[in-house]
């Protein structure tokens, strides 16, 4: 499943980013709070941090530092998957940028510029829009730069399966065989090319790997026995052939495949991870290796049902997973994440799930709606201490495996990356709340209680509201059958106003789970009220709301506004529109009414009642408003694009090369990790 990204999910960087988090009542609160360390154009970095890391044991800590290695180890394979350039390029540019002595100054602006750009989206190729971006030097201060750095000891030995550049011919070689994909804005224009031009098909156009010189129709009944991680191309024979992903057994029976160098490394770092995992994730961990040493799709079911099954503190993801790079839908990139359990959250969303029964009498709905027996979700809130290949802080929420047939009989595992999530806000919410908020009470109570508020919205909307109702015999096998296109936006509107409605509710109080009662609602209140406004922003064209999340964020806020007058209230001040919370008790009266009125509509599947709702409320907006909303934003030069900077983890190790001591640091320039996370193949270090 795609993953949520927070650019189409969030409610919109007002410190109602959603999944935002850390709050005094549920989490402890993050001492450092400047997490933007560079800004690049229109990309920021943001660190991510992992507080929970201090409270692990020393072996969990063990366990971390390894993964996080593994994590490491696959990073250079996105690279190349996404462009035939792409691991030659990440060369040239880390050992320029790791010997900068003697570079003509105004040229290494430029250079180093353009790298962290390019680490960034893994690339050359804008990660969400696929586009190719250009430098701003030249071709020929490139070739001196690469020249003088080279006479610094650059390139002098192989990085990874590049052979080093001993003389400088051999980097003019080189800097020629990239000349066009540097700086040639026709030459492989996107990633994935989902309208090409010119001729070409969605493969042909696309600059990613995965069927270098082949064409959909050179493709057509073909069968691959790799789906998911192979290179198919044509054999010298004429014959389609699939190169597939692997590192090889020890014992040689399956050879080496694609991207051996990297797969290998990476397993030697499971193996050591896995003598300090619990027996349940050792297995897991051990069916990964045997993956990524045999290619073998039966050892990565192994691997998804045992990984499924465990909840580890510490968790992990590594291997070929989403498939939308592919325009065949078929390849899957090469991803990474290590997790640690956000404790306090978790346990506040397991404690609500043990009272679903509660909340579900208290639900403003016809009896005839509610539950009396509940199978909740299992949702895992986590802080993440890396992410590598094509996994990046705007994922905010994931729900793997993707493998049907793992999860029809395991279930899945629902993560919330708070640790993101709480970056992505830390680095630009409280510019945006002192430009859209009504007035000072507003914007003192986002800045106090907004975090909370929208941590305690998410476990609340995960928790007790998806879960929540229950359906006429009409509709027993589900709603969206009857309920279609609009079947999304009432879900999603179905659980934030069990959120909006329950957090008022004193069974909070006593479970521990909010802080200021008061405060925290109305904030909740003021981000539900203002972000219809905020979130046109995200919609620069045209005068309608597609995105479903968009949706029922405004049908909630136009729809009280309408139907309990008093409630939130739209003025002007100094030319500017505001949107402000007259009532907070009528606002949810609103709240109640709607919430009945779409349980109702989900119960009874009740397409006409959901449409019109939808299309009076929901989709419709002013785009003069719009414009004067983007012309704030603007102003407020906010980042647009986001990189997270990852945990530094280093480890010293006894005479047995056992772990003995683990810390984290965060690094205070990206180019530092980027720099570290290249060294592991051989590039020569600084000196
Ligand atoms: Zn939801």
Known sequence: MKPLNSAFFS????????????????????????????????????????PSFQALTPRQQALAYWLAQASIAIDPIFYDQMSAYGLQQKRLLEEIMAHPRGIDPEAMA????????????RGNHNDLTSQKFLPAFTFDQLEKAALVAQKDGAFRIAYADLPPLKKPADVKRELESLRASLFDPAFEPMITAKSPVGGKDTIQASSNTFYPGLSLNDLKGFQEKYPLNSRVVRAADGKLTELVYRAGTPDGKVPPGLYATYLKQANACF????????????????????????????????????????????????????????????????QSFVTITDKPLSTAMKELAENAGYFEQKAPWDAKYKLTSFKLPVVKAVETLIETGDFSITTIGDNLPNENEIHEK????????????????????????????????????????????????????EVIGHGSGKLSERVSGGAQPFLKEYFSTLEEGRADLMALWNVWDPKLKELGLISNQEEVAKAMYDSAALVALSQLRRIPHGDTIEEDHARDRQLIAHYIADKVPGSIEQFTRDGKTYVRVADYQ????????????????????????????????????DPALRDQVLARYKKLNLPTYFAGVNARLTASFGKNGEVEKVEIHYWDDPVKQYLDYGAMYGRNLAP
């Not at 897991?284 to 465990?310: D, K």
């Not at 709480?422 to 209680?449: C, H, M, N, Q, V």
């Open 410 to 461: 395991y279930g899945s595992k629902n993560f919330l990356f708070t640790g993101s999530d709480r970056a992505l806000d830390e680095a630009t919410g409280k510019t945006a709340i002192a430009e859209f908020a009504a007035g000072p009470a507003e914007i003192e109570r986002a800045s106090k209680y907004g975090r909370e508020a929208s941590s305690l919205l998410t476990a609340l909307h």
């Open 271 to 334: 193996e050591k991870a896995r003598v300090y995992a619990e027996p349940a994730q050792a297995e897991a961990i051990g069916h990964l290796i045997r993956y990524y040493q045999t290619g073998e799709y039966a050892e990565w079911v192994a691997f998804g049902t045992a990984w499924v099954q465990n909840d580890a503190t510490v968790d992990f993801d590594n291997g070929f997973i989403e498939v939308y790079r592919d325009a065949r839908g078929a390849k899957g990139s090469s």
């Open 11 to 50: 409610s919109l960087l007002l410190s109602l980013i959603i999944f935002a988090v850390a709050t005094p009542a549920l989490c402890q609160p993050d001492k450092a709070s400047n997490v933007l360390v560079e800004r690049v154009a229109d990309a920021a970095f943001v660190q991510l941090h992992a």
């Open 110 to 121: 430029k250079i180093a510029e353009f790298a962290k750009l390019f680490w960034a989206n």
């Open 586 to 621: 009528k606002m949810r009266q609103g709240v109640g009414m709607l919430l009945a009125e779409l349980m109702r509509i989900k119960a009874e599947g009740d397409y006409d009642a959901i449409k019109a709702l939808v299309d009076k409320y929901g989709v419709h907006f």
